[in-house]
């Protein structure tokens, strides 16, 4: 499976089985929280047979949440900055989990800080997790919104830019409320979040930027 297959695979799980992960598997996702730590300054864990943060059901806007004992833990410093990157650089885990033949779902609120599954460095805070492990189900799409209410674009719009905003638009975002909109300037591309009263704008932003590059090609465009 590769990016596309799995933007179009993926969607979000929150009912797990008891199955653990195969070592093999945790060690290719750990070794790609460490690249991405690395490169962007963020401070990424994974927490392995740790049912204690998803303990029992948690009541979520879009359901509840069982049998999670695998989960990233998504820590940096406060800031629109470091947001924007725990959404960018944990979707692309969430994408590689999802390559592995794992599902995700990412997790704002309905969990319990355990603070012996990781550790903060000074100034960090803990933005939020992504329960991981082999789901129940697969998971199910939402309807998909009207691609031209999320973009503006001078001149004509090329057909890298069209599977970009297709693919940003499969991107999960905080109840699903899809607050971000792209604009073109020739190869130029700027991305915005709108405001919502859910927040998580900052973080929806980098998933969907991610999404975007893997379905325009980053050889294609510049970011502005």
């Given at each position: 499976m590769n990016l596309i297959e799995a933007i179009h695979t993926r969607h979000s799980v929150r009912r797990y089985l008891d199955r653990p992960l195969?070592?093999?598997k945790v060690a290719v996702l750990r070794k790609a929280l460490e690249?991405?730590?690395a490169e962007s300054g963020l401070n990424i864990q994974l927490a392995v047979n740790e049912p204690k943060s998803f303990n029992g059901l948690f009541i979520s806007t879009y359901g509840q949440f069982h049998g999670v004992s695998n989960y990233f833990v998504m820590a940096a410093p406060k800031g629109k900055e470091w947001e924007e990157k725990v959404g960018y650089y944990g979707e692309h885990?969430?994408?590689l989990a999802q390559t592995l033949g794992l599902n995700t779902c990412w997790v704002g609120?309905?969990?319990k800080k355990n603070p012996d599954a990781f550790t903060l460095r000074d100034g960090d805070?803990?933005?939020c997790e992504i329960a991981?492990?082999?789901g129940e189900n697969q998971g199910r799409q939402h309807p998909m919104k009207p691609v031209d209410k999320f973009y503006e674009a001078s001149g004509e719009v090329p057909d890298w830019f069209k599977s970009g905003l297709e693919a940003a638009l499969l991107a999960p975002t905080a109840v699903n409320q899809q607050k971000f909109k792209f604009f073109l300037n020739g190869n130029r591309v700027s991305a915005k979040a709108l405001f919502s009263p859910?927040?998580?704008?900052a973080t929806d932003l980098g998933i969907v930027k991610y999404h975007f590059e893997i379905g325009a090609g980053k050889e294609n465009f510049e970011w502005a």
């Open positions: 195969e070592a093999e690249e991405a730590n885990l969430v994408l609120l309905t969990y805070s803990l933005h991981l492990g082999y859910w927040g998580y704008t």
